[in-house]
Nanobody
Framework: QVQLVESGGGLVQAGGSLRLSCTAS????????MGWFRQAPGKEREFVGR????????YYADSVKGRFTISRDNAKNTVYLQMNSLKSEDTAIYYC???WGIGTFKQDEYDYWGQGTQVTVSS
């Protein structure tokens, strides 16, 4: 069993930056592909980006490409989501998710989820 805990959310002005962290329990974190998803008020949860077990490759939704960067530190059992040039439309609850082996864009193929962290971007 893997438990994921996100942190780093908060309130930021448009154009600002935040870095989210997701720390996993367990000894096999390096075997899990990790994804980030978000859910805005009144909308369905959507894919943000994902990272492979060893840190490359990474993939991003078009809406965040060039502004968001995913990285991981397997020694710390942590995956990060660096968010720059934030926009009001980035306001959402952000979730990290883990899947054994190869990553995917499909949220229903992830086995483990964090509780989410709120990101609010004020315009």
């Amino acid at each position: 069993q893997v438990q994921l805990v996100e942190s780093g959310g908060g309130l930021v002005q448009a154009g600002g930056s935040l870095r989210l962290s997701c720390t996993a329990s367990g000894r096999t974190f390096s075997s899990y592909a990790m994804g980030w998803f978000r859910q805005a008020p009144g909308k369905e949860r959507e894919f943000v980006g994902r990272i492979s077990t060893l840190g490359r490759p990474t993939y991003y939704a078009d809406s965040v490409k060039g502004r968001f960067t995913i990285s991981r530190d397997n020694a710390k059992n942590t995956v990060y989501l660096q968010m720059n040039s934030l926009k009001s439309e980035d306001t959402a609850i952000y979730y990290c998710a883990g899947r054994w082996g190869i990553g995917t864009f499909k949220q229903d193929e992830y086995d483990y989820w964090g509780q989410g962290t709120q990101v609010t971007v004020s315009s």
